[in-house]
C-alpha cells in the first residue's frame, strides 16, 4: 500500500508540474564550438541521475558515445522522428550540475547547421517535446531516489518503534516479575511474624526449663556434696 500511495503521489505530481517546466534556447559553447543549445533544469536531480536518464532517451535511437574530454554525450546519424522526420541527424548532450539540479543542453545538428528556433521552428518544437520527455524522466528518477532514501528513513523509524514496544514489553514483564516476588516476599514476611511469635512463646518456655534444671543441677550438686566418708 505504501509503494502504491508513493506512485500514486509522483503521478499526480507530474500532471500538475510537466505542463509548466519551460525549455530555454541559449548559445553555449561545446565541442565545436559556440552553437545554439536548449536546455532544461531538473530540480532534485543529481548529475549522474540526469546523464544517465540522457543516455538512456537517445539509446532508444541510437547508440551514444561520451567525449570525455569535452564531457559530451553524442550520437551520430540517429533518426529521431520527432526531430527531423526520417532524416539523419547529430544529437550532442552535456549536463552541468547546479544547486539541487541539474541542467541538460542538448545540440541537434540536421547535416547542414546546429538547428535553432530562428530558422528550424519544427525541428525545435520536437528537440522540445525529446527534452520535455527526458525532463519526465530525470525528475522520476530524482524523486524515486528522495522516495527510496524516504523509505529508508521510515524503516529504520519503524525498527526503533518495533525496539520501544519490544522494551515495553520486556518492562511489563519485569514488574509482572517483580510484584509476584513481592507477594513471595509478603507470605514470607507474614510467615516470620507467626514465626517470631512462636519463637518468643518457645523462648520463655526454654527460660523455664532452664531455671527448673538449674534447681535440678543445685540439688544434685547438693546431694553429692552431702555424700561423705563416716
Not at 544547486?99 to 518544437?125: A, C, K, M, P, T
Not at 524523486?143 to 514496544?165: G, Q, T
Request: aromatic letters at 6%.
Amino acid at each position: 500500500m505504501m509503494k502504491f500511495n508513493t506512485l500514486l503521489l509522483i503521478c499526480l505530481f507530474f500532471s500538475t508540474q510537466i505542463s509548466a517546466q519551460a525549455v530555454f534556447e541559449e548559445d553555449m559553447n561545446m565541442s565545436l564550438g559556440t552553437q545554439n543549445a536548449l536546455y532544461i533544469d531538473v530540480e532534485g536531480a543529481d548529475k549522474k541521475i540526469a546523464e544517465k536518464a540522457i543516455q538512456d532517451l537517445l539509446k532508444e535511437y541510437g547508440k551514444v558515445k561520451k567525449n570525455r574530454k569535452a564531457k559530451e554525450y553524442y550520437a551520430e546519424d540517429i533518426t529521431i522522428p520527432a526531430i527531423a522526420g526520417s532524416q539523419p541527424i547529430d544529437v550532442y548532450v552535456k549536463v552541468d550540475e547546479m544547486n539541487n539540479q541539474s541542467r541538460l543542453y542538448l545540440w541537434v545538428y540536421d547535416g547542414s547547421s546546429f538547428i535553432s528556433s530562428v530558422n528550424h521552428g519544427d525541428e525545435i518544437d520536437g528537440a522540445e517535446s525529446i527534452m520535455k520527455d527526458y525532463f519526465v524522466k530525470a525528475r522520476r528518477d530524482a524523486i524515486k531516489k528522495e522516495v527510496d532514501s524516504e523509505e529508508d528513513v521510515l524503516k529504520d523509524r519503524e525498527k526503533e518503534l518495533k525496539k520501544l514496544e519490544s522494551k515495553n514489553e520486556s518492562l511489563h514483564k519485569d514488574i509482572a516479575k517483580w510484584e509476584k516476588e513481592i507477594e513471595d516476599r509478603k507470605r514470607k514476611i507474614e510467615q516470620a511474624k507467626v514465626d517470631i511469635e512462636e519463637n518468643l512463646v518457645n523462648q520463655d518456655d526454654k527460660a523455664i526449663e532452664i531455671t527448673e534444671q538449674k534447681n535440678v543441677v543445685r540439688q544434685t550438686v547438693e546431694k553429692m556434696n552431702n555424700v561423705q566418708r563416716n
